[in-house]
């Protein structure tokens, strides 16, 4: 928070209790206390301080797609919101520790960020390619830490053969430039052959390793293909990671892991995906159609009834305005909202008792926490499918709508 060990400097402090939260500048040589306020309103509401840190002054990404390189000096940076706002104002300082107006910058939060807007982010240090930009010359107003989280689960592909991986996809970037914000359109895959013995569980195999390959890898965000990095200045479909990254959603990722293991296409809307119901409704390549057989199953009246019909790779629709496992439900495909994929005996690493694992790229409501009593990420990872009353995690399993295989039995 400081320009260098023992500078002058300043923190940014927010009072406890029931209290009114308030921020302040304090000097590091003096201890002189100034209390702060933006220059502009983040909104109605309480005044909420959110954090703060020292960057340079008007280093801002400019909405013209130039860079304002700092002259200097360095001073701190406070994001302020409030209770019932809708921006947030990130606020600078002078030379001498006050607001200052030509340093203050509103933002919309990105749950009211427009899809398909224009977004110039703040985007990750190292990631900058501008024509004649180096990272000496720019750098982001806020720099998004990388989050280090190692997850306790895997998928367990070890016993499978080495041609489960042959032509699939790697998760490298690609950066092709396109006005459609959510970039590049998904293409399929040359289908795999298919050997004759344990095909069917070659074939899981395969479509556990598609989807394995972004496991941990990309965040959540509104792409047909989990590798598009866009540049700075591209259209952007507003997600909860604040900055421009390779990733996907929920029935994209699933339409892709799909597309790069065996070439089939379908739909990435998420109730047109999950109003699919038979080998019709997708576009099958010739040499694999005898290995595809679409069928729905459930709903399910129990968590017992529902795990024993599963098998790895199997999609789940999830319908989050009901308890699907009540007795007399419906399925109805228009109200889900989300898809996770089924791992069965590949999944790794659950600890609780009849806890089994699901595959998907989500936000973090609701939260999941791993067997280390960790929040997962949002974005690519393994999760628990805990049974209903389980003290976390239990959430899918009591909103399965019904569950689609692709595979033929």
Known sequence: MVANENAAGALVV????????????????????????????????????????????????????????????????VLFGSTRGQSVVVQGFDASLRPSKADTTVEPVLGNAKKGATFYSLQAPDTFSETGQTKVDVSPLVAFPNLVYNSPYSIDLSSMPSSIYDGLWTSTPISTTTNDPWGPARVANTPPTIPSKDAVTWLQGRILAAYNTFNGQVTYQHHYDPRWLPRQGQPWNAATTGYQWPGVDCTNFTAFAYADALGITMNSVTPTQAAITSNADVTIPESIASHVNLQVLGPWTSYEAMVKDLQPGDILYINPSANTLAPGYVSDPSKVTHAITWLGNFGKGATEANQFLIIDSTVDDPPHVDADNHLIPTGVHIRPFSPPGSATNAWYASHVDHALRIIAD
């Open 14 to 77: 927010t009072s406890g209790g029931d209290r009114t939260p308030t921020a302040a500048i304090v000097n590091w040589s003096t201890g002189k206390t100034q209390t702060i306020k933006p220059r502009s309103s983040p909104g109605s509401g309480a005044l909420v301080p959110l954090g703060g840190g020292w960057v340079y002054q008007r280093s801002n990404i400019k909405i013209d797609g130039s860079f304002a390189v700092s002259d200097g000096p360095n001073t701190p940076t």
